[in-house]
């Protein structure tokens, strides 16, 4: 029985589509095999690959950066924190402490963790007392200082302060309280620029500290401070001691557990002065407001006994960051307080130079202490006439010349020498030379010659010496422009008959661990062979002017014997034709007032230099200073004591 093809059973349907079916073709069993094996090579080669390379990783922290690890580790756990030692004291040549140190609580911020810094500020205020001038302050040590330093905003917390903000200290990222020493100098304005200040490092002194070794790199780690001025900065790292180290454990929060090992620091130095702080005190307090400068000096030995800058300031002021209305009111004032015008100030000696002038006529031969010169009140030269305000001398000797201060052989003298010889002489001297005291900061003057005036100008015409030039320089005028420091060592060396010593300020220092005290070393005086008759002569004139000339009055009655020389100097140079005339003038543009002196004469005590700026005669102004100086070191029982001494 025949179906339909659609009928058909399904069984049989199934069949007959299974007959027509394509025949599918055999696979390539030994290809496919290859490709597999291929591919297990591969694949185990990446894997023994990784593990090689983690083997490798694991013999290079394990073996080889094993002590790096360790450490790092042991740094995870342990925490190294510096102890800045105690600062060393500073002593007067009598123990008197003129620079101490005290411990008080800070309240610091850390701009870079503390968000909005204004607003931190504010909301601490709320809880302690913070001045607009803290606020000033902190804003100065905030330009000057890196965002992650932590800076101070308000210093000596008082106990409640510190517990106020304790309870509320989770309130404050990036707000900490310290516990900090300080630096204390107890007598405020007196001797500030002789003893200088500490304040915060700036971003200069941190450049200049990646110049220093390794040791004393670490030796400043943790230190915020450092010495900026006169000996705080010239025995900065006698005074600085040794940094001590803390190693603590800490927990996984930076909490410290405990103290795992302590190395103590080692204070500084205590530096031990030659000056006498009562004799300074004294000298500031007799220039009261008036500017100027005074240098006292032992001739025997070069020790700086006193060394006077007037104004002062108050180095108290630095120690916590000084506010930028404060250090404006410094550094803009026309009395330039900062100035140490014993060291950096430059001025005409006038006539105090007159009697190196006779002793380089000596020395030098040009003139004997007999030559009379006639002195008629002028000294015409090169078709101009130079005054001499004493007046007519008429005839005159050296000593005459030196006691009665006479222009005119002063100004021929000059001529007679010429430029170069005068520069020749007084240069061994110290006059226009760096003395070396030890301290930072001194500047050289003019002691002008032939060479000075070619290197100072650019233009030929300008750099070539004219003869007319030479005359003013015999009185102390002119190019002529010295420190005090530099005719008080001038002074000194002529007290000791020619052997100069080197000034200093530093006589000894005592070892903060062992007590032990050693002398500074100071180089031998250097003979500069002044004839001693050359000397007698110099000095013969010098003791007339105490007492016969222009400090007859000033040193009547005293009970030792001195030899000085008073002088007034320009403080402007005056038109040619113009007389002088001090009410007519600014205060800052009249004369200057000189004197310089020593005593006992025959054995020579102390040198000194004094400038009062601006007051006109030399026997007015400076010369009282100078005996009243005189008077506290020889002769105790009549001597003025400084007052206010705490």
Not at 29 to 53: D, E, K, P, Q, S
Not at 351 to 380: E, H
Request: charged share 25%; net charge neutral.
């Amino acid at each position: 029985m025949k179906f339909p093809l659609g009928r058909l059973p399904a069984a049989r349907r199934l069949r007959q589509m299974a007959t027509h079916a394509p025949t599918p073709e055999m696979p390539d069993v030994a290809h496919n095999l290859a490709r597999f094996r291929t591919r297990v090579l591969v694949a185990g080669a990446v894997v023994l690959c990784a593990f090689g390379m983690l083997a490798a990783r694991l013999v290079h922290l394990q073996v080889t950066r094993h002590e790096d690890l360790a450490a790092q580790a042991e740094g995870n756990r342990t925490a190294i924190v510096p102890v800045v030692p105690q600062r060393g004291l500073i002593l007067d040549r009598n123990g008197v402490v003129l620079a101490s140190n005290y411990s008080a609580y800070t309240l610091e911020i850390t701009p870079a963790k503390a968000g909005d810094v204004e607003q931190t500020i504010d909301q601490l205020a709320e809880l302690v007392e913070i001045t607009p001038r803290d606020r000033r302050r902190f804003k100065r040590l905030r330009e000057d200082s890196r965002n992650f330093e932590s800076l101070p905003i308000r210093s000596r917390l008082t106990d409640e302060e510190v517990a106020r903000f304790a309870a509320q200290h989770y309130r404050f990222p990036g707000v900490e309280i310290n516990a900090r020493l300080f630096r204390r100098y107890p007598l405020g304005e007196t001797g500030s620029h002789v003893l200088g200040y500490i304040g915060r490092i700036n971003q200069r002194e941190k450049t200049a500290m990646e110049d220093w070794d390794e040791d004393e790199q670490a030796n400043y780690r943790g230190t915020d401070h450092i010495g900026k001025l006169g000996i705080e900065q010239s025995y900065e790292k006698q005074l600085h001691g040794q940094t001590g180290v803390d190693v603590l454990e800490t927990a996984a929060s930076g909490r410290a557990v405990r103290e795992l090992s302590s190395h103590r620091a080692t204070s500084g130095n205590t530096v031990m002065l030659t000056l006498d702080i009562q004799l300074q005190k004294l000298v500031e307090d007799l220039f009261g407001e008036r500017r100027g400068a005074l240098v006292a000096i032992d001739p025997r030995s070069g020790e700086v006994l006193a060394m006077v800058s007037k104004p002062t300031f108050d180095p108290n002021a630095f120690v916590e960051g000084i506010d930028q209305d404060s250090w404006q009111e410094l550094s803009e004032s026309i009395d330039k307080p900062l100035l140490n015008r014993a060291l950096r100030g430059t001025y005409p000696p006038g006539s105090t130079y007159k009697p190196f002038m006779a002793l380089a006529a000596l020395q030098q031969g040009v003139r004997g202490p007999r030559d009379i010169v006639n002195d008629p009140g002028y000294f015409n030269y090169g078709g101009r006439r130079f005054g001499s305000p004493e007046g007519n001398l008429g005839a005159v000797d050296m000593r005459r010349a030196i006691q009665h201060s006479s222009n005119t052989y002063f100004f021929s003298l000059a001529v007679d020498m010429g430029v170069d010889a005068i520069h020749d002489f007084m240069a061994p001297l110290g006059f226009g030379q760096i003395t070396g005291i030890d301290l930072p900061g001194e500047v050289r003057g003019v002691l002008p010659s032939t060479d000075w005036k070619r290197q100072a100008y650019k233009r030929a015409d300008q750099g070539r010496w004219f003869p007319g030039e030479t005359v003013s320089l015999g009185i102390g005028q002119g190019y002529n422009s010295f420190t005090m420091l530099q005719l008080a060592v001038a002074e000194a060396t002529l007290a000791a008959g020619g052997i100069k010593h080197q000034p200093h300020l530093v006589r000894a220092l005592q070892d903060a661990a062992s007590g032990q005290v050693t002398p500074r070393q100071q180089p031998p005086g250097e003979d500069l062979h002044f004839a001693p008759r050359n000397v007698d002569v110099v000095r013969d004139g010098l003791v007339a002017v105490i007492k016969e000339g222009t400090g007859k009055q000033v040193f009547a009655g005293a009970a030792y014997s001195a030899a000085g020389k008073t002088g007034t100097a320009q403080a402007v140079t005056l038109r040619q034709g113009t007389k002088y005339n001090a009410r007519a003038m600014e205060e800052h543009q009249r004369d200057h007032s000189l004197f310089a002196a020593f005593a006992p004469v025959q054995d020579p005590q102390i040198a000194l230099a004094v400038i009062v700026e601006n007051a006109g005669w030399g026997a007015a102004a400076a010369a009282p200073i100078a005996r009243k100086v005189f008077d506290y070191w020889l002769d105790p029982h009549r001597a003025e004591r400084p007052q206010d001494m705490h």
